[in-house]
């Protein structure tokens, strides 16, 4: 049999080391030796074992335990070590018997075991897999699991500390030490090894940082300071280069972003749309976007299969953002881009409200990269990638890349090893392996470049935002009354639906010519109104107006929507002022501008954000005067949505009569004005149609109606309470 060598560091904390050694006697497995080290007479345990070959007790005074360990060791005959903390126990009789076995089955010279935790009286355990793991994984365990660093439970082979000159350190720096030049390290799911916190005492062993310490995964922050001392200084191109990589998911938000670009930046700018697959419309889109801004080059490039399957070899595991491969494009960007040796690197759900060229001509002082600050890095659960400097840990929307130094260090094949190897482990996917691989090779921005929209109130110290991020589920194309009820995140919100509607007014891209006036009444100004301005204001056919009928009885709607119309230049507000608001209705169909008029009275309002380009296409594709849908009841007494049943088709009705269609479908759908997106041409002679009876009026406008097509789809939702 293997002889394994158990030391107890007692260490001064002798009160529970009956119970500890205890559970080392009870071992099934008996080839051992039990070596104690204690700082005082304990003839308690020298008694009990004076005729135990098999327990050597040591009466020692040395103070640091790091010596006490090293004596340990120099003393101890056996082939294998593990350690035991006075304080825990082994719960599992067998327990040496498994990690050797585990030892001689894996083979493996280092094995870590699982703790059960021992808290309150109550035990907790982990569910792990017993498995081979890489020295980067280790590492990355050693961030957020105690027995990475600690030599207690762990079994040790003799060798291992054969290889190492200094045992005369830290726990964690020896265990790492020895896992780096380990064979096949094993992560063992036992639960033996019981991890003792008592009396509320926290017992978990601090990360060890600090310079010839440090958590670095990677030779960067060396290079950096060669970079320093050699005074490196790139060159930096008058035309600046920007990456955006791409899916057909987040092609919605590429125009304004482009166009956010196009606005602020006092410098040409290629834009390089990195992607592995588009649809045809979304390249057709791009190169409509390249056409209609001058100062901003839009070029879209292809990666090739095998970089795509390399990044394939990516776990994405614990990845809780459940982030798309695109996202991981920015790490090839100095292999996608040969030819380019600086750039700037922004996610899809961004907005430019600053120059770029300041951004651009930023001075990264011999660092790979520049980035700025996750003010969420506070949030301790989430953040501990970097505890605990986790006040230094970056977000990765925006970041500034030296694409000369990732190739002339060979960086990329090397961090996509890495990422490869522990992407599983992470809570934030490769925004986590940025942070560890790239630890003191960053340049700090001033965070006005990545200012979080939902993390606002961590950057009151910042005047001018040079560049809004819409980054978890703020976002701007979304209905916010589904995720934010602050109005400041309201704010940021509107101010890029100004931008959007700016961009689709200067691209005027085809589908989207055809213009929508949208006429809402408004008979409150409570939030069931604001929920239905919501639902069309964040409709993402571009080429709209939106016309509000106040039909409150006092000014109270008026105050709130006045910063909302000032604004959006696409909303006009109307004032019925005690008038008889059909009559209004009427004039506000005289005074749009749009080619189509859609119809909706609050508290009642539209479903999803796709439906007017829908119907708009439908329209355009039938050359139809006008297209209905299918609504459902909302009944806010009972929280409870009906509807009437429907197939998703478009069908021609043309041929049915007027009397059927006001019949026939439990809607009502064809009584009312709501529901339909009609041709404006419908509605010449103004004087003939009666706008308080919606009834004979739709009578009148199906009349005049030739093709009228419908779509059987729950596209909005009436409101009854």
């Not at 120099?74 to 719960?91: C, H, N, S, V, W």
């Not at 009396?199 to 310079?211: P, T």
């Not at 739709?698 to 729950?714: D, F, Q, T, V, W």
Request: hydrophobic share 35%.
């Amino acid at each position: 049999m293997v002889k394994i060598s158990v030391i107890v560091l007692a260490n001064g904390d002798e009160n529970g080391l009956n119970k500890c050694v205890d559970s080392v006697l009870k071992q099934s497995y008996k080839d051992y030796e039990l070596i104690v080290m204690c700082r005082q007479q304990n003839d308690e345990l020298i008694n009990k074992f004076q005729n135990n070959s098999q327990v050597k007790i040591h009466i020692d005074e040395t103070k640091n335990i790091n010596i006490l360990r090293k004596k340990a060791i120099e003393q101890a005959k056996g082939e294998y070590f593990t350690f035991i903390d006075p304080r825990d126990f082994l719960i599992d009789e067998s327990a040496l018997e498994k990690l050797i076995n585990l030892s001689s089955e894996k083979k493996s010279n280092l094995i870590i075991s699982s703790y059960m935790l021992l808290k309150q009286g109550r035990f907790l355990y982990k569910n792990v897999d017993t498995e081979i793991i890489s020295y980067n994984r280790f590492r990355v365990f050693q961030l957020s699991e105690n027995e990475f660093r600690s030599l207690d439970g762990a079994l040790i082979k003799r060798n291992l500390f054969e290889k190492i000159n200094d045992y005369n350190s830290p726990s964690q720096l020896l265990l790492t030490s020895l896992a780096e030049g380990a064979q096949n390290i094993l992560y063992a799911g036992l639960n033996a090894y019981v991890y003792v916190e008592e009396n509320n005492e926290d017992r978990n062993e601090e990360l060890i940082w600090g310079k010839g310490n440090e958590f670095h995964f990677s030779n960067t922050y060396s290079i950096v300071e060669k970079n320093r001392i050699e005074q490196y200084k790139p060159n930096i191109p008058s035309a600046i280069e920007v990456a955006l990589c791409i899916d057909d998911n987040v092609m919605d938000y590429m125009e304004t972003l482009i166009y956010s670009i196009y606005k602020n930046t006092s410098s040409y700018v290629n834009v390089n749309i990195i992607y592995k697959k588009l649809s045809d419309e979304s390249l057709d889109k791009l190169a409509w976007i390249d056409g209609k801004m001058s100062t901003v080059n839009v070029r879209p490039v292809q990666i090739s299969e095998e970089l795509h399957k390399s990044m394939e070899k990516i776990s994405l595991g614990h990845d809780r953002g459940n982030l798309p491969i695109s996202s991981y494009y920015r790490i090839f960007l100095a292999d996608i881009l040969p030819d380019v040796d600086r750039i700037i690197y922004l996610d899809a759900d961004t907005l430019l409200t600053g120059d770029l060229t300041e951004l651009w001509r930023t001075d990264l002082e011999g660092n790979f990269l520049a980035a700025c600050l996750d003010e969420r890095a506070y949030m301790k659960k989430v953040f501990s990638v970097l505890n605990p400097r986790r006040r230094e840990y970056f977000n990765s929307g925006v970041l500034v890349f030296d694409l000369c130094l990732f190739r002339k260090y060979k960086i990329i094949n090397d961090f996509l090893d890495f990422l490869v190897d522990t992407a599983d482990l992470y809570e934030l996917g490769d925004q986590d392996a940025l942070n560890l691989y790239f630890l003191d090779a960053v340049k700090l921005l001033d965070s006005s470049w990545n200012y979080g929209v939902p993390s606002y109130k961590e950057y009151d110290q910042i005047n001018n935002i040079n560049l809004l991020h819409f980054y978890g589920k703020a976002k701007p194309l979304r209905s916010f009354y589904d995720y934010v009820s602050d109005d400041k995140i309201r704010e940021f919100v509107r101010l890029y639906r100004k931008y959007y509607h700016e961009a689709a007014e200067l691209t005027e891209y085809k589908n989207s010519n055809s213009k929508i006036s949208i006429i809402i009444t408004a008979h409150s100004a409570d939030a069931d109104f604001f929920k239905s301005l919501e639902r069309l204001s964040y409709q993402m056919y571009p080429n709209k107006e939106i016309i509000i009928l106040d039909a409150t009885e006092d000014n109270k709607l008026r105050d709130k929507i006045k910063p909302i119309v000032n604004n959006l230049q696409y909303i006009e507000y109307y004032n019925c002022n005690g008038r008889d608001v059909a009559e209004v209705k009427k004039f506000a169909v005289s005074r749009s501008t749009g080619d189509h008029l859609y119809f909706l009275d609050s508290p009642n309002y539209i479903d999803k954000n796709f439906i007017l380009g829908e119907l708009n296409e439908i329209m355009v594709k039938n050359e139809a005067d006008m297209v209905t849908t299918t609504m459902m009841i909302y009944h806010p007494s009972e929280n409870s949505l009906t509807g009437y049943g429907t197939d998703d088709k478009e069908i021609d009705v043309s041929s049915e009569s007027i009397e059927d269609l006001q019949s026939r479908y439990l809607g009502n759908d064809y009584n009312m004005l709501t529901g339909h997106l009609f041709d404006k041409k419908l509605f010449n002679n103004l004087e003939e149609l009666n706008f308080a009876d919606e009834k004979q009026l739709m009578a009148k406008i199906l009349a005049r109606a030739g093709k009228k097509m419908r779509k059987n789809s729950y596209y909005w939702v009436e409101v009854r309470n």
